[in-house]
Nanobody, 130 residues
């Protein structure tokens, strides 16, 4: 069971830190990620992390503003949201996968590609006012 917290209302330029607590055994979780869904739009990947290597993947719209991290001891996933903008308003979901994902060379650099996720939390609302 994945439980998100940390959402809220913040002004543009502000910050939030989202947390995702994993109540299950972490033995079968090899990758975790954050998705978001804005009103009237589909769910999109924000960031993902391989739980063993720590390799990360970010959506292009993140542009260095968000940071995903994990605390293996506490079975918790985090998403630090900085420089928030009104277009970041959405429900943010935590997700996990038993698969690790894949690595490919892109432009001469090893790049992490997360797997499909099959376990989801209920989401936490992030609202950014202008």
């Amino acid at each position: 069971q994945l439980v998100e917290s940390g959402g809220g209302l913040v002004q543009a330029g502000g910050s939030l830190r989202l947390s995702c607590a994993n109540a299950r055994s972490s033995l079968n979780i090899n990758a975790m990620g954050w998705y978001r869904q804005a009103p009237g739009k589909g769910r999109e990947l924000v960031a993902a992390i391989n739980m063993y290597t720590g390799d990360t993947s970010y959506a292009s719209f993140v542009k260095g503003r968000f940071t995903i991290s994990r605390d293996e001891a506490n079975r918790t996933l985090y998403l630090q949201l900085d420089s928030l903008a009104p277009e970041d308003t959405a429900i943010y979901f935590c997700a996990s996968s038993q698969y690790e994902g894949a690595w490919n060379v892109v432009d001469g650099k090893s790049t992490y590609f997360p797997p499909d996720f099959d376990d989801w939390g209920q989401g936490t609302q992030v609202s950014v006012s202008s």
